[in-house]
């Protein structure tokens, strides 16, 4: 819109409405659609002054967006710009111009501009109209890229399909992961078999890191790396969910493959993907797991637990490494999925053709298991010393799984590694009896209920839903999400002796 294209009737204040005067006012657009008014008029602020019976100072405070006028004194500046007042406090800029100086003006104004720093620029008519487009261009792209950041579950989860993605179309087998891993196998003399504590002191002293156990390490830290100092807290707790070698695996980890500041919640995922395939490719070496697994497939006795009582980690992690290796050592393409016992699948990985539920977005995490599926079945099994296996026909094929149950701080999980029915020949477990259809994702499988139950209790049942608010919140701030970065510099400030 030009400066002339803005062009209200003359009407006298009378005609405006209480309403008008009444609202809550923009007192940055007022004040612009003040300063365009007159001077279309060719007044100085003297001369509106003299017109209003006020000092000139205290229109520049109403012209720029620093004072609200009273109602007396907006009547007397329509009355004297010759338009009502609800041309006077109207939403629409009177000019491009002036949209640019309220766009500006309420930026500085705005928390996200006050955190910077950076000092306030006068938006005066001398401001030459490049600048102000730049001004505004440049806090527009600052706003979008914290937006990004502070991403949505909507986004994370658009983020962590994209990388499962990836991970399937490398047959979740990383090479680079593995050369660097194997650097530091070589560089300490490691080989093979269960990796002790001593050797992983022994990495880090490799890499340059000395290792400091304490007692107030930061909640929402499993662990805190002084990049200034090359130091390495870990908690003197015993009660985690976490191995100690792997959590200190980990956190060498962003320093061996040249980690930066994550950008976005995607960056950061991949990260974290990175430094847990690399810890597990220390604790479990490519060439001594490899051979295991093979001399396993001759002898068709191939199970996840042998490889976790092998190298002692735990079945998690070995499951985990089982789908690094197995499609590109053993030609034996796999699935796994670890679910809690509500039923909600927390992490899944395919490249067998197995069919997850998905959401929108591609999502798996978050979603319900089928019921007939090993992953559901394996907590209905008494016996949960020995793993469970089970035969699931399904409308993508008939797949073998093996499950395994685990608890922890969050509650009870089953882990669970399977593969199509032409390459169960290969595991330990293959003579299970137990066998499931499941018709997912159609809604008759098991997502409504029987219909002699709803022919029974539809309309009669009122259950009081468990609230989770976290599912309406946004992902936890900062470049390292759920982490607090005042607590952890105070942390390195008090340890820095």
Not at 185 to 211: C, D, Q, R, W, Y
């Amino acid at each position: 819109m030009t400066e002339s294209a803005w062009n209200p009737p003359a009407g006298p204040s009378s005609s405006a409405s209480p309403l008008a005067a009444e609202a809550e006012i923009d007192v940055i657009s007022l004040g612009r659609r003040v300063r365009h008014l007159r001077k279309a008029r060719n007044m100085t602020l003297d001369d509106l002054g003299a017109v209003v019976g006020t000092a000139p100072s205290q229109l520049s405070l109403i012209e720029n967006g620093k004072r609200e006028p009273k109602l007396g004194m907006l009547q007397k500046l329509s009355s004297a710009l010759g338009v009502s007042i609800d041309q006077l406090l109207g939403s629409e800029p009177p000019s491009r111009r002036a949209a640019l100086e309220i766009e500006l003006e309420r930026a500085q104004r705005g928390p996200l501009y006050e955190s910077l720093g950076l000092p306030k620029v006068r938006t005066s008519s001398r401001l030459p109209m490049e600048v102000l487009e730049s001004l505004v261009g440049l806090q527009g792209e600052l706003e979008r890229r914290l937006n990004e950041q502070a991403a949505t579950p909507e986004e994370a989860r658009r983020a962590n399909a994209a990388l499962r993605s990836q991970m399937k179309e490398r047959n979740n087998y990383f090479a680079e992961y593995e050369a660097e891993a194997q650097k530091v196998l070589n560089a300490v003399g490691h080989k093979s078999g269960p990796m002790s504590e001593n050797v992983v002191a022994s990495i880090a002293t490799h890499l340059g890191f000395s290792l400091h156990h304490v007692g107030d390490l930061p909640h929402s830290t499993r662990s805190v790396t002084d990049l200034k100092n090359h130091r390495i807290f870990l908690t003197h707790s015993q009660r985690t969910d976490h191995n100690p070698r792997t959590v200190l695996l980990q956190a060498l980890g962003h320093y061996v493959l040249g980690h930066s500041t994550p950008e976005n919640y995607a960056e950061f995922l991949r990260q974290r993907v990175a430094t847990n395939y690399f810890a597990a490719a220390l604790l479990l070496p490519e060439k001594a797991t490899i051979e295991f697994l093979q001399r396993a497939k001759a002898a068709k006795e191939i199970a996840v637990e042998d490889v976790r009582d092998a190298f002692s980690v735990s079945y998690e992690t070995a499951a985990h490494r089982f789908t690094n290796l197995a499609t590109q050592h053993l030609g034996i393409p796999t699935h796994f999925q670890k679910t809690h016992k509500s039923g909600i699948i927390y992490k899944a990985y395919e490249n067998d053709g197995v069919t997850y539920p998905q959401d929108h977005t591609g999502a798996i995490e978050g979603q319900p298991s089928c019921r007939q599926w090993t992953s559901r079945a394996v907590f209905d099994v008494p016996d949960r010393f020995s793993a469970y296996s089970q035969y699931t026909d399904t409308p993508s094929g008939t797949f073998w799984c093996t499950a395994r149950t685990e608890r922890s701080a969050s509650g009870e999980f089953s882990l669970s590694v399977g593969v199509p029915y032409a390459h169960v020949k290969w595991f330990r477990g293959r003579e299970t009896t137990a066998r499931a259809k499941s018709f997912c994702p159609d809604p008759a499988c098991c997502k409504r209920p029987p219909a002699s139950l709803a022919e029974d209790w539809a309309g009669f049942a009122w259950p009081s839903a468990r609230a989770h608010s976290h599912l309406l919140a946004a992902m936890p701030p900062g470049a390292f999400p759920g982490v607090d970065e005042t607590e952890v510099y105070s942390f390195l400030a008090a340890h820095s002796g």
